[in-house]
């Protein structure tokens, strides 16, 4: 959820605004500037009931949810950097990447993981920490050894806060 705060342009300096979709929007030529931000409570959470993010598995022939969870946690989106990591399943940039082998990965999710999740029952069959926001789907290839790889960036996102890097991690599937 998004909040906006209307700012007099007089309270606007010249050349002043944001970059990104959160601060500051100039609005020239309007009487008011723009501030944008999350709706967050005072513990840095937003305002609404969770689930605010989940995953599914849904049968294509049935349109029916076989399995759905809560995906992400709060680890990294606290106050004052606490890891406290509560599953209430957060918002996410980037869509999932499915192998032949059934396995949904999914690294988009405010707290720093790539999961990797059984397509069939839902269940977290791998999870790696990250060094920065993964707000990206992950890709996948097959190296030159045969063996099949995923890759993830780990670049971080301005409007998420999440903590900005500059990585690309390739881990190896089992053979």
Known sequence: MISGSLVPRDQVQEGQGSASEQGLQPNEGAPYA??????????????????????????????????????????????????????????ALGGPLTTAGGVSFLSGTLDQYLRGYDITTGEELYK?????????????????????????????HGTFGTKMGDYVIGYALPE
């Open 128 to 156: 790696a920490r990250l060094p920065a926001g993964g707000q990206a789907t992950p890709m996948t290839y097959t190296g030159a050894d045969g063996r099949q790889y995923v890759v993830v960036t780990a670049g971080g």
């Open 34 to 91: 723009v501030e944008l931000g999350p709706l967050l409570s005072v513990l840095g959470l937003p305002c609404q009931a969770p689930s605010w993010g989940d995953v599914a598995g849904i049968d294509l022939q049935d349109a029916e949810v076989v399995w759905k969870h809560r995906n992400g946690t709060t680890r990294d989106s606290m106050p004052f950097g606490l890891p406290i990591g509560l599953n209430v399943g957060v918002p």
